[in-house]
Structure formats: structure tokens, C-alpha cells
């Protein structure tokens, strides 16, 4: 026989599955919380959305290629994901430049210092995020009114922009106005949901968040542990605060629908590269997220705590990698 | 709903293009070369010498130590010689090597088609027939069959398992057998079980063989202690572990034997061989084997004499096609890509599968981006991720630590990895070097 044939090692056959496929099913994901978003703020959602894409996109390129002169890996599609899920974590009617700086600092300390996609201890997007907040809390934190909702505390007192349902919530509590006085002035739970309420282009909708997260389950590109156990571990804490003295704080289905919990746990503590390996471990992380989310939104200073909940147990991650095992074969039934 | 095992495993295309072919006779070559090392453990010590005249179904080597098996002619001729040829391990191992004149068959071999379903046969008797058959494993592990029906002292085998799963894609032998000789399956089944003195016999084939597990039902209505189970199609239910998991929710411990949790596994192929060498007295020289591939123009199921060589087998199912990458000993999952057509089909080869250019080319790697899907995916609840990332910095003590020793390589991470990494590949070389280490540390 003169024909050179393969020889290579077990297994022949590959499942197809890529690196692509999943960021582009994350992106896909998204869709549906853009167009709430865009439904609600227009132009500027979709201005803001392309601006951060863009950068984040070009910023990857161009510190793969001219800086570490390695092999230009932008197809994947994760800076398409981080430039989208930094664009869900900004007001809308943010500066171009801001949004620049965030891509920035997203794209060039959040992942390409640590060697780029799959190194990154702390999520990119989160990294722009706080990194903006801190920077620049005024444009960060006074966010459009989307259309159609007024209430009197937001247009007598901000006009156009308002602070988000967290924020109205912390300002009331530090006046010393009881929860139930301060839930009259905000919108209704189903309002909250569908996206009626100030907030980040992509917090906003927490409907959609939930559909992109129904898709990303059945597309198995994600798992349920780590959203349930955020969501169910801030309903559980904040339930047991809520029970114990009314008057002082929220009932828990406020905090799981307002702020950025649902994105938080849906689309930005699921990242793959910043969250533990083992379902096991996914539980602890979640868990870890809800508490800290509470113990910021309840006890800290800043009216919202998942973006720095989440950054935090990112740090813990490669503890729980270590240490939290998958259940062995053999190991968990009792042979009689 | 469908039993099945729990933790991890795929479900690749099932491709099995060669299902509704029948099992045809393959012409038997003018020369046939025999590994003496084609079964688990140590090579078979050969009693024949160059010239000497031979029987089909004689015996030419005799199994050497505890763990070793005969090795008989397939063919009658004359012995050209002793010499090393190439197997599937890649490697030249001896062989021996018969020009064939005819088809004489041993006297003592039953050549009558009626099928004789009783055996009064002690335990004894049958394992000592299994031996002197040469019965080896034909699922693909090739471990000496009578060694695993000698089921050490104060263990007992509760259960004999079936294996009719034949979960690698495109093969289709184990299935052409369940079809076409059940009668002679069920009665070497009876006949295993009565060797091992088991209390149940559960047959296990996965739900993608309807017409199987309906003819072996309907046959399996005469003994009263075998059962035929529908399983759920998922890749690796052929493996020993996840298919006692599967039938009766056990699981065979960490560097345990299936006799540990009370049971003993046969393939459907060995429990025929069985059949025939206890009730025919035929030792083990032929063996179904599929031929398949896409670009293949007749993929087909072959009764074939054991050291035909590979290439015989793909001319009668179509001749080599023009696009051909790689020829696979085996499924696409498990198998081994050979080097070369001369070299012979062996008692563990259960496919010849010819994969197209396009198929045999792996994707470039690209960094782990911590999916997790490795673990998901694997049916030991291993971490192949770390594994692979362990043996590429040679950290040999955290490698046994995590477990490293339980993968059964079935392959399921590497396809699965969207980065198309090759983590089976280092696990291999992981397990290798810590295999080494536990050896030195036994001396």
C-alpha cells in the first residue's frame, strides 16, 4: 500500500463542539435582554452595546497582535461576550469615551495580562465594570428613566435620569422611611420583571434573563447549580432579614428582581473560566455569591453588591478547584 | 424509563451502517499470520515448528503461566515459520506463520449444524474447556476466559452479566450475532452461568437494537434465571463498570474487579465461543468482525479466520477508498489505528472502521477555557482537565492522588472538549508513568 494514512490515538471521532459554538450560543443568549433593553432606552442601548463590543474586539486584537505577537484568537467570540456583558453592565446614556476606558480595562487588565482567554482569575467585563464604578460613579450611577415609567420620587426629584430601585430603596432606608413606604414609590414587581425600572442596559429585564437562561440550560452551555444556588441562596438570606423585621428590610422577591442579581447569576458568574469545575464546587460559589450580594446590599455602602460578590468568590475559585472533588466511580454506593 | 448509568458519558452519531447486513463467510487467505501475543497477559508459548503439517482447530501454542491463553490454527497447512510480524500494537511481536492448504478441520471438532442446548458438564469440566478453546474476551479487552471464571476463594458470583451493549459506533457484530445465532448465545450463556454457579443472568443492549433484545427475549423465555435488558443509548455502557451500574445500580470500587460487588461480565461474543468450544469442541480460531467506514461501498459483518490479514477483509467489503485516512482496529472511540493492511485481524479485533481524510484530521488544540465539560462527561468522575495539565508538569503524586489509575480511557473528554484538546493522550501518559511507580513500589 503507498498511501500514507493517520496514525494516531484514541478516540477518532470529535463531538464538533467549539470554543465558538459556546460564546456564540452566550451571545445568542443575550439577544433577547438587548431588545428589552433597546425597547426601553432606544438608540442609546444599541449605541452603547456596539461601542463596547467594538472596542473590547479591537483591544483584543490588537495587544494579541502587535503586543504579545501571539496568534490573533478574536474569532472565538468571548470578546464579542465580555464587550457584551460589560455593555449590560453600563447606564445607557453613558460617554463613548467611559465606555472605551471600560473595554479597555476589560480586554487589557481583566484577560490579555493573565495570558488571555481561559487564564483570567476575575471575569473581564466585571473587572471594566468596577473599574468604571469606582472611577466614575456620577456617570456610572444615574441611569435613564426607560420610557414609560414615572413615578413621582424619580421625576420630581432627578428629572430625566434616576438612581435604580436598590438605590431609591438604600436612600429611603438611610432617611429612615420604613420598606413599605418606600415600595409605594416603586414600580410594581411585575413592572420590575419586564424590565420597568431604572438600571444597566442589561439589568433591567429580568424576563429576558431568564429566557436567555432557559436557552443557555437547554443548549447545556451552562448548568443550573451556579444561577439557582445565587438566586436561591439571596432569597433565603434576604427571606430570613425580611421575616425578622419588616420594616427595615425588602421582601426577597425584591432583591431578586431588581438590581443586577439575575444578570449577575445568569450570564456573569456562569462564565466558564472564573467558576469552579465540579458541580459541587459551582454550590459553594453560588452560595458564596448570594451571601456577599446580601451582606453589600443590606449592610455595605453601595446599594448593589453582585458584581463585587461575584469578583470576590472569583477569587476563591482555584481554592474550590482544589480541593472540591467530583463524587469517584466506586466511591458513593454502598455495594450489598 | 430506560436504565442506564449515572454519572457522565456521550452519545456520538451511531453509525451503524453495516446493522441489517448479514454475517458472511470470509475466503480464507493462501497465507494466515498468528500473533502468539493477542490476548491479555503473557504470550502464548509455541509447540509447532517450521514445516510442520497442521489442522484447522489444532493447537499451536499453549498458554504460558496463570494468565495467558492457547492459541490454535484457523487454518490447515503447513507452518512456513516462526518469525516477528507487525500487529496492531504497531509493534513486530512473534507470530506464527502458515501457508494454507485447504480446510481440514480436527476430527474432534462437532461439525454437525444441530444446535445442542444441554450441558451436564461440572463447572469444572466447562472452565477446563474454556481453557483448552482458548477463550479470550472478544468485547476487545482479550482477558483469558477461564481466569475470570475461576472466581477466587470467598468471592462469589452472584450475578453473570451480559455484555450485548456494543456501544462504539459503527460496529455492529456483537448485534449481527445477537440476531442470527441466538439460540447458541443463550445456551453458552446458560453454560457460563452454570460454570460460575451464578443466581441471575442479566443480559444488557442498549435500546438501539430493538430486533436483538426482542429475539433474545423471546429465546431467554425458557431459562427462568436470564433476563434481557433494554438499556438507554450512551457511550461507555460497554464498559465492565458502568454496565454493572447500569443493570444492578453497583459499582465496582477503585482498582476493584467486578467480582468484588458479586459479579462476572462476558461479552456476547465470548459467551458464542463458549457455546461452540463447549458443546461443538471448536476452540477459538474464528470471530465476527465488522468492516465498515462511510466511503466504504459494502460495509459488512464477516465470519473471519484469525490471522487473515486486515486488507482481505477490506477488499471484500469494497476495496480501500480513494479518501481513506485511517484504519482503525476497532470503534472510533476505543480503537487503534493501524499502521499498515498486512497486518492480522486477532481474537480482540471486533471492527475494521476506515475513516475519510476529513474524519481523521484532529482540529488544533487551543487553551482549556475551564468548561467543565471534561468532568461532566466522564463516567469515573474524574477530572481529565486536571489530569492532563498534571501529567504535562509530570506531577506524578497529585496524578494517583486524583485518581488517575479509574480513567478507562473510553475517550469521552477528548471528544467532547470544545478546545479540541488531547486530554486522553496525557491522561495515557499519566497513567503509564504512575503505573510504573506503583509497580516499583510493590517490589
Known amino acids: ?222 448548568t443550573w447549580h451556579i444561577p439557582v444556588s445565587i438566586i436561591l441562596s439571596v432569597y433565603v438570606f434576604t427571606g430570613i432579614l425580611h421575616l425578622a423585621q419588616p420594616s427595615q428590610y425588602a421582601d426577597p422577591l425584591f432583591h431578586i428582581i431588581t438590581g443586577g442579581l439575575l444578570l449577575g447569576a445568569i450570564f456573569m458568574a456562569t462564565d466558564y473560566v472564573t467558576s469552579p469545575m465540579t458541580p459541587a464546587g459551582m454550590i459553594i460559589y453560588g452560595v458564596g455569591i448570594g451571601i456577599i450580594t446580601v451582606l453589600i446590599r443590606v449592610f455595605g455602602a453601595y446599594p448593589e453588591g453582585v458584581s463585587f460578590a461575584i469578583l470576590i ?10 480541593y472540591i472533588k467530583p463524587v469517584r466511580f466506586g466511591e458513593e454506593v454502598s455495594n450489598g | 424509563m430506560l436504565k442506564t448509568f449515572a454519572k457522565g458519558g456521550v452519545h456520538p452519531s451511531e453509525n451503524k451502517l453495516s446493522a441489517a447486513e448479514p454475517i458472511n463467510d470470509l475466503p480464507i487467505p493462501p497465507v494466515i499470520t498468528i500473533p502468539l501475543g493477542m490476548h491479555l497477559g503473557v504470550a502464548a508459548k509455541p509447540i509447532v515448528q517450521k514445516g510442520d503439517e497442521v489442522k484447522t482447530g489444532q493447537l499451536i501454542a499453549q498458554g504460558n503461566g496463570l494468565v495467558s ?164 443509548v450512551k457511550y461507555p455502557q460497554g464498559g465492565e463498570k458502568q454496565l454493572i451500574k447500569a443493570l444492578i445500580n453497583r459499582e465496582v470500587p477503585s482498582g476493584g474487579l467486578p467480582v468484588d460487588v458479586g459479579t462476572v461480565v462476558f461479552n456476547v461474543g465470548t459467551a458464542f465461543a463458549v457455546y461452540e468450544a463447549v458443546q461443538k469442541n471448536k476452540p477459538l480460531f474464528e470471530r465476527i468482525v465488522t468492516v465498515t467506514g462511510k466511503s466504504l461501498s459494502k460495509p459488512s459483518n464477516f465470519r473471519v479466520r484469525i490471522g487473515t490479514p486486515v486488507k482481505d477483509l477490506i477488499e471484500a467489503a469494497g476495496g480501500l477508498p480513494e479518501d481513506t485516512g485511517k484504519i482503525i482496529n476497532g470503534g472510533p472511540m476505543m480503537g487503534k489505528a493501524i499502521s499498515a493492511m498486512d497486518i492480522s485481524v486477532v481474537k480482540g479485533t471486533s471492527g475494521i472502521l476506515i475513516l475519510n481524510k476529513n474524519e481523521s484530521r484532529r482540529k488544533p488544540s487551543e487553551p482549556c477555557i475551564r468548561c467543565s465539560k471534561c468532568i461532566s462527561v466522564c463516567p469515573m468522575g474524574l477530572e481529565p482537565y486536571l489530569l492532563m495539565t498534571l501529567s504535562e508538569k509530570s506531577l506524578h503524586e497529585r496524578l494517583e492522588r486524583d485518581k488517575v489509575m479509574d480513567c478507562n480511557e473510553c475517550g469521552s473528554c477528548s471528544y467532547i472538549c470544545p478546545s479540541n484538546r488531547p486530554l486522553l493522550d496525557y491522561i495515557r501518559l499519566g497513567k503509564s508513568n504512575v503505573g510504573k511507580i506503583i509497580r516499583m513500589r510493590k517490589k
Not at chain 1, 76 to 87: F, N, R
Not at chain 1, 313 to 322: K, S, W
Not at chain 2, 116 to 130: H, V, Y
Open chain 1, 1 to 222: 500500500m503507498n498511501k500514507l494514512i493517520t496514525v494516531a490515538p484514541s478516540p477518532h471521532i470529535h463531538s464538533g463542539l467549539s470554543v465558538q459554538k459556546l460564546m456564540y450560543g452566550v451571545i445568542i443568549a443575550m439577544i433577547p435582554a438587548l431588545l428589552v433593553s433597546i425597547a426601553f432606552y432606544g438608540i442609546g442601548a444599541i449605541a452603547v452595546t456596539l461601542i463596547s463590543i467594538v472596542s473590547c474586539v479591537s483591544f483584543e486584537f490588537l495587544i494579541q497582535k502587535f503586543i504579545l505577537n501571539s496568534q490573533v484568537r478574536i474569532s472565538d467570540g468571548s470578546a464579542i461576550v465580555t464587550g457584551m456583558l460589560l455593555a449590560f453592565n453600563l447606564p445607557s446614556n453613558l460617554p463613548w469615551w467611559i465606555i472605551l476606558i471600560g473595554a479597555m480595562v476589560s480586554i487589557g487588565i481583566g484577560k490579555m495580562t493573565f495570558g488571555g482567554l481561559g487564564n483570567n482569575p476575575f471575569n473581564p467585563a466585571l473587572v471594566g465594570r468596577v473599574f468604571l464604578l469606582l472611577s466614575f460613579p456620577v456617570q456610572m450611577t444615574s441611569y435613564p428613566v426607560p420610557k414609560g415609567v414615572s413615578t413621582p420620587y424619580i421625576s420630581n426629584i432627578e428629572g430625566f435620569t434616576g438612581p435604580t430601585p436598590l438605590g431609591i430603596l438604600k436612600e429611603g432606608l438611610k432617611n429612615g422611611t420604613p420598606v413599605s413606604d418606600v415600595m409605594k414609590e416603586l414600580p410594581s414587581y411585575l413592572d420590575l420583571f419586564i424590565g420597568k425600572l431604572g438600571g444597566s442596559l442589561g439589568e433591567i429585564a429580568g424576563a429576558a434573563l431568564v429566557i436567555g437562561m432557559i436557552f443557555m440550560l437547554l443548549r447545556k452551555i451552562i
Open chain 2, 69 to 232: 491463553a492457547n492459541i490454535h490454527s484457523s487454518v490447515s497447512g503447513k507452518v512456513l515459520k516462526i518469525d516477528k510480524a507487525l500487529d496492531a500494537s504497531g509493534y513486530k511481536h512473534d507470530s506464527v506463520i502458515i501457508q494454507v492448504d485447504g480446510d481440514e478441520w480436527l476430527e474432534t471438532i462437532d461439525l454437525s449444524k444441530e444446535i445442542s442446548d444441554t450441558c451436564t458438564l461440572s463447572s469444572k469440566d466447562i472452565i477446563q474447556k474454556i481453557n483448552d478453546a482458548g477463550i479470550v474476551g472478544l468485547g476487545g479487552a482479550t482477558f483469558p476466559s477461564h481466569v475470570k471464571l475461576s472466581v477466587p476463594r470467598g468471592k462469589k458470583a452472584k450475578y453473570l452479566i451480559i455484555n450485548g451493549v456494543e456501544c462504539e459506533p459503527y460496529l455492529t457484530s456483537d448485534h449481527a450475532l445477537m440476531l442470527s445465532k441466538g439460540e447458541e448465545l443463550l445456551t453458552g450463556i446458560s453454560i457460563l452461568s452454570r460454570a460460575l454457579r451464578a443466581e441471575k443472568t442479566l443480559i444488557g443492549i442498549e435500546d438501539n437494537k430493538p430486533d436483538a433484545i426482542e429475539n433474545l427475549r423471546k429465546i431467554a423465555g425458557k431459562y427462568n434465571d436470564i433476563s434481557v435488558h433494554a438499556l438507554k
Open chain 1, 313 to 322: 468568590m472569583n477569587g476563591f475559585v482555584p481554592l474550590i478547584n482544589r
